[in-house]
């Protein structure tokens, strides 16, 4: 009976062999790599197989080495000939990285909704929070802010105030931009204390130490012409020079008009008292 069935059972696509459902079952239960299980189907001589043939092989690295077939296979998978299968190679690293065209893109929106963002708060606003750059990562997986360090007390103030309403940030950023946002961290940014440092070594290595910081004697003697106008010490050249006779004369005339005025002045002022001391006598006996 076996024997008159065994032709109909491979003829008939109701009816399974005993040889390919047990051929299937060694497959899927072997531990042979995830590749293999998936080559399309060739077929032998008594049924179908999923054997691995040695010219498949050679098609299947062939194809891997293409540029736009292995971008597409690691994106959206392998596509070996099979309708409703695909060979994933790598589901755990499938993700999206951005070119530094959107980066710049969204670094820029970012610095610009965060900046509006900090002005508008409660707790931040008053410590006047400068950002100087905005950096997104091209996973998007971290927003890297860097705020301006002025060298003043506030700065460590403002370091522990960021880092506690980071999160609140985070929350804001993502309602405003539409979209959740990955993690916020802040970066102090000292570009201004080191420019403002290496001034100050170079200053010293051009002119020396500034002495007139450090005592008032060196303020008075070794500062500027200008500053010597404004602190009213006179100016030591050396020997004075005689003016010319002309100048001499002319310095004279100025100051015998000047006394003449005084005299006159003078003159005027007594004559004034004079007359208001007889006009009292006179006023005197009268009232009497």
């Not at 020396?208 to 005592?215: F, W």
């Amino acid at each position: 009976m076996n024997r008159l069935l065994q032709p109909f059972a491979a003829r008939s696509p109701f009816v399974a062999c005993s040889s390919s459902v047990t051929q299937s079952a060694q497959i899927s239960n072997s531990p042979v790599d995830m590749k293999q299980r998936y080559i399309p189907p060739h077929p032998t001589r008594n049924s179908q197989g999923f054997a691995m043939l040695p010219k498949q092989l050679n098609h299947y690295q062939k194809a891997l080495s293409k540029g736009l077939k292995r971008a597409e296979g690691k994106r959206f998978g392998i596509d070996v000939g099979l309708e409703d299968k695909l060979l994933i190679r790598s589901l755990g690293n499938r993700f999206r990285k951005l070119d530094g065209k959107k980066m710049a893109h969204l670094s820029y929106l970012m610095q610009e909704n965060l900046g509006n963002i900090l002005s508008l708060d409660e707790k931040l606003s008053d410590l006047q929070v400068q950002i100087t750059e905005v950096k997104v990562d091209p996973g998007f997986t971290l927003i890297s802010v860097q705020w301006l360090c002025k060298g003043e007390g506030k700065d460590q103030l403002i370091e522990k105030s960021l880092e506690e309403e980071k999160h609140r940030l985070r929350a804001n950023l993502s309602q405003v931009v539409g979209t959740t946002c990955p993690p916020i961290r802040f970066l102090p940014d000292r570009r201004l204390l080191l420019e403002m440092d290496m001034d100050k070594i170079f200053r010293e290595a051009d002119y020396g130490m500034d002495y007139r910081a450090v005592s008032h004697t060196g303020r008075v003697w070794g500062s500027s012409i200008r500053d010597q106008a404004i602190l009213n010490t006179p100016l030591k050249y050396g020997p004075e020079k005689a003016p010319p006779a002309w100048k001499q004369r002319v310095i004279e005339l100025k100051l015998k008009r000047v006394r003449e005025e005084e005299g006159k002045s003078k003159a005027n002022s007594n004559y004034s008292n004079e007359n208001e001391q007889a006009n009292s006598k006179s006023a005197s006996p009268n009232k009497l």
